[in-house]
């Protein structure tokens, strides 16, 4: 959920509104005057208090319970249901609202978490793409994977897939960015491994699946 402070109410001939804001986003909520009450309506999408207050909690454990019937279907279906709150929550409140779903691979149960696309536009005059692919794993993806390998514990799953876009352009034309694909598999055990620092980050990216446009490749951490 995102934190916002009330800042004003127009009321209308046809419909009331309310404007919630931060100090990045304004929000606009209207409701038609032929509501049986506005109030009653606005509750039903505002909670109240900050992220940790009872009533945000209590909001967010119904929302992912809501969530987790059209999530976990097929062989997601068997993770517990205490797991899929975990992992519910830990992709809307750690990745800002990551999609999750499932795909087979090599006989395995992968989940699949959409990280979209990054927030940076790399240039191509400095980084390949095998370079652009290693910033991102050191910068963002292995702490990620981190993370996900301890909400994975317990699941069943064979191991997980993130997808990202990845934005590129040459700097010194006025050509558009264009944007690499980027699909890296990890078994569940070798990110636990990693995350248990028995292997090297080397090591568990050599042992995952990275895959760029359609493309396997190989990855080198680091220029040495």
Known sequence: MTELRFEKLKTKKKYVEAELRNNSVAIKLRFYTDSTSVQAEFDRVVSYG???SVDTQSRLAEIYKNMATSVFQGPLNAVPPDLQHGLLAYTHQTLGGAGLSHIKF???????????MDSSVYNTNQLNQSQRVARILNDRLLVRLKQISAVLDGTGLTGVRLDLFIPHRD??????????????YALASDAQAFSDFEITNQ???????IIVNDNRIEVRLTDD
């Open 50 to 52: 900050d992220n940790d």
């Open 106 to 116: 090599r006989r395995g149960d992968y989940l699949v978490v959409d990280l979209g």
């Open 203 to 209: 090591q568990f990216i050599d042992a995952c699946v």
């Open 171 to 184: 700097f010194l034309s006025d050509l558009p960015p264009d944007a690499d694909s980027l699909m890296l």
